[in-house]
C-alpha cells in the first residue's frame, strides 16, 4: 500500500467518478482503475461500488478512508515541518443551508489558510442534499438546523446514515426583512403582522417535506408564497417585493450589508443550528479551522452557544 494508492482512492471518492478523477489527477482511466483495484486486492477487501453512475463507499471503504485521510495528512505535515516542503494542496468541502454566518467563516477560514495551492468547495445547498452529501463523503461537514417539528424527522434521517449533529447555538426565531419594509420598525412581529407580506422560502425539489424546510412554521397558510432556490434571490425578493423569510436572526453585515434586518418574531419555538459529521470519519485539518472559525463568528451574535 502506497502513498500514491492512497491519494487515488481520496480523489476518486471526492469526484464520485473515477474518469473524473483520472483527468484531475492527469493519469488514464484505466491506470486509476488498476491501481484502486490493486489496492482493494491488497487489503483484500471491496472498498468501492462501481456503477454506471459512478462510484460509491462500501462500508469498508468508508472506515478505510478516515483512515486514508489522517495518514496523508499526517505525511504532508511530516514533510512541511522536517524537509521544509511547500505546503500541500488543501482540499475541503463543506455544504450547508443557506446561512450568511457560515460564509463568513468560510472567508476567514480561506484568509487563514496558509497552503499556496488550495481547493475548497463551499454548496448552499437543499436539505436532504446536505445529508447526502456528508452519508457520500462528498463534504466533510453540513450545516443544518433542527426544530421541535423536525428534530424527530432529522434525527432519524442522521442516525439511519450514520451520521452525527454537534449542535452550534439555539436561537429564536426571527423574520429577515426589508430595511424599508415597515415591519423592520417594529420591535417584534407576529404571525398576524406577516400576513399581507409575501413569504419567501428555499424550495426542497423532490424531497419537498415540510420537515426539510429551511424556515420553521413551513405547515403556516401564506396567502402569498414564493420559494426561491438561492440566498441572493431571496435578499432582492425582500428588497423588491418587501418579502419576508423565518430564520436564526443572524445577519451578516459584512454580506448583505445594511438592507436587510432581523426582527423577532413572537413563537414559543427555537432554532438549533449545527453541523453534521460522519461517525466514522475524522475530520481534517482543514475542516476543524472551519469549525473553529464557524464559533468565533457566532460569538458575536446574541445566541445560546450549545459549544
Not at 462510484?55 to 512541511?80: K, S
Not at 467563516?105 to 454548496?123: G, H, I, P, Q, S
Not at 413572537?266 to 482543514?286: C, E, P, S
Amino acid at each position: 500500500m502506497t502513498l500514491q494508492q492512497l491519494r487515488y482512492f481520496i480523489e476518486t471518492v471526492k469526484h464520485g467518478s473515477i474518469n473524473k478523477a483520472a483527468e484531475n489527477l492527469f493519469i488514464s482511466q484505466p491506470s486509476l482503475s488498476i491501481a484502486l483495484k490493486e489496492l482493494e486486492a491488497e487489503i483484500g477487501l471491496d472498498l468501492l461500488i462501481r456503477t454506471p453512475r459512478g462510484i460509491t463507499l462500501t462500508i469498508d471503504g468508508t472506515e478505510f478512508l478516515g483512515y486514508a485521510r489522517q495518514v496523508v495528512e499526517q505525511h504532508d505535515l511530516l514533510e512541511r515541518r522536517w524537509l521544509n516542503k511547500t505546503p500541500s494542496r488543501r482540499l475541503c468541502t463543506i455544504s450547508m443551508q443557506h446561512y450568511a454566518f457560515a460564509v463568513n467563516a468560510f472567508v476567514n477560514m480561506v484568509k487563514k489558510t496558509d497552503a499556496l495551492e488550495y481547493e475548497y468547495t463551499l454548496r448552499e445547498a437543499r436539505t436532504f442534499e446536505i445529508v447526502e452529501d456528508v452519508k457520500n463523503l462528498r463534504s466533510e461537514l453540513g450545516i443544518l438546523y433542527k426544530s421541535n417539528f423536525n428534530q424527530q424527522v432529522i434525527d432519524k434521517l442522521l442516525k439511519e446514515n450514520h451520521l452525527r449533529f454537534h449542535p452550534l447555538f439555539t436561537a429564536k426565531p426571527h423574520v429577515f426583512v426589508s430595511s424599508t419594509n415597515p415591519l423592520s420598525q417594529q420591535e417584534i412581529v407576529t404571525l398576524e403582522d406577516l400576513e399581507d407580506y409575501p413569504r419567501l422560502s428555499y424550495e426542497q425539489g423532490e424531497f419537498n417535506s415540510f420537515y426539510f424546510s429551511e424556515e420553521i412554521l413551513s405547515t403556516e397558510y401564506a396567502k402569498k408564497d414564493i420559494k426561491v432556490g438561492d440566498r441572493a434571490t431571496i435578499f432582492n425578493l425582500m428588497i423588491g417585493l418587501n418579502g419576508y423569510t423565518i430564520s436564526t436572526g443572524i445577519v451578516s453585515a459584512d454580506l448583505n450589508g445594511d438592507n436587510i434586518v432581523a426582527v423577532p418574531l413572537d413563537v414559543d419555538d427555537d432554532i438549533t443550528v449545527g453541523y453534521i459529521t460522519h461517525k466514522d470519519i475524522q475530520l481534517t485539518q482543514q475542516a476543524k479551522l472551519y469549525v473553529r472559525e464557524l464559533i468565533d463568528v457566532i460569538k458575536a451574535y446574541d445566541v445560546k452557544l450549545n459549544v
